[in-house]
């Protein structure tokens, strides 16, 4: 149940039902997002399609808000995937942790790191590359924000595309 004020300025009762989908989202995202925050917090949250239904500058405050609570104590994760090409962002994330995903004929996934690319610099417009640069098969990416844990297991092979393929868990 919700409130909102109507013309008179009164409260007046909203069933969760009647609102938008993305109010709904912040919702049940919110408590991921304090649970993330908490000192000494040791959880880890995979979350599809962070971006769903939100805009992209409230997914973002949402991210600078985890990201500014951790520190070399902290021990949270969040790992997310989002089709928002304007959340790879290199003031916001760094290049190593943000991925993409690219999907091969056969069914099966490959991540690659956008620390790989060694054309992709810190000054690097990445929707333009994406976009207008035609890095062609990647328009699905995820992102995995490791900030703010210790140390990350690396297997590395060659992929297809000539990159090395380096999948971290």
């Known amino acids: 149940m919700t409130f909102h004020?109507?013309?008179?300025?009164?409260?007046?009762?909203?069933?969760?039902?009647?609102?938008?989908?993305?109010?709904?989202?912040?919702?049940?995202?919110?408590?991921?997002?304090?649970?993330?925050?908490?000192?000494?917090?040791?959880k880890v949250y995979v979350i599809d399609e962070l971006d769903?239904?939100?805009?992209?500058?409230?997914?973002?405050?949402l991210l600078e808000g985890y990201l500014s609570s951790c520190s070399s104590e902290t021990r949270a994760q969040l790992l997310f995937t989002t089709h928002d090409v304007l959340l790879m962002d290199q003031d916001l994330l760094r290049r190593d942790e943000m991925w993409i995903t690219e999907r091969a004929e056969k069914g099966?996934?490959?991540?690659?790191?956008?620390?790989?690319?060694?054309?992709?610099?810190?000054?690097?417009?990445?929707?333009?590359?994406?976009?207008?640069?035609?890095?062609a098969g990647f328009l699905e990416f995820s992102l995995m924000v490791e900030t703010c844990i210790l140390g990350t297991r690396t297997s590395v092979s060659r992929a297809s595309n000539g990159f090395e393929e380096k999948t971290n868990f």
């Open 5 to 42: 004020s109507n013309s008179l300025g009164e409260s007046v009762k909203f069933g969760m039902e009647y609102e938008s989908d993305g109010s709904r989202r912040v919702i049940d995202l919110l408590p991921v997002f304090l649970d993330l925050c908490v000192e000494n917090s040791h």
């Open 52 to 61: 769903r239904s939100l805009h992209t500058l409230l997914t973002r405050h």
């Open 108 to 135: 099966g996934s490959s991540l690659t790191s956008f620390s790989d690319f060694k054309d992709v610099r810190y000054d690097k417009d990445i929707e333009r590359a994406i976009y207008k640069d035609g890095w």
